[in-house]
């Protein structure tokens, strides 16, 4: 049985369901992190080898990352807006990060949502 959508709408392409609402806005949030942390990573190495000048960005990065911390720019945007989960270590985030990738693609995977 598929589910309804919102009441009074007219929406026929699924985003008047709320789960699939939630299930958009959380793969855009993993979008968005995933790049935030490749790019981390890339520019780190670039750095490192010389390519492009150490910022204070990279150095804190390379820091936090030194000592198993999340570095602040992979969970606060420039206006201080939170835009991934708060963990105490780098471990932990990363757990996270791989869980909540998951979980999304094991539904799609199934066409079994919760």
């Known amino acids: 049985k598929k589910l309804g959508g919102a ?4 929406d026929k392409g699924g985003m008047a369901v709320p789960l699939n ?3 958009y806005q959380e793969v855009s949030r993993m979008q968005r992190v995933i790049a935030l ?3 981390c990573f890339k520019d780190v190495i670039l750095a490192i ?3 492009i000048i150490m910022t204070p960005d990279i150095l ?3 820091n936090n990352i030194f000592d198993a911390k999340v570095p602040l ?3 606060y945007d420039p206006s201080g807006a939170e ?3 708060l963990l105490p270590t780098l471990g932990s985030w ?3 990060l791989i869980q909540r990738n998951q979980q999304p693609n094991d539904w799609l995977k199934t066409a079994q949502r919760p």
């Open 37 to 39: 942390v490749r790019k």
């Open 73 to 75: 720019t992979w969970i």
């Open 83 to 85: 835009i991934s989960w």
């Open 21 to 23: 609402i939630f299930l």
């Open 94 to 96: 990363f757990n996270s």
């Open 7 to 10: 009441k009074g709408s007219t």
């Open 49 to 51: 080898e010389g390519t």
């Open 60 to 62: 804190d990065a390379i």
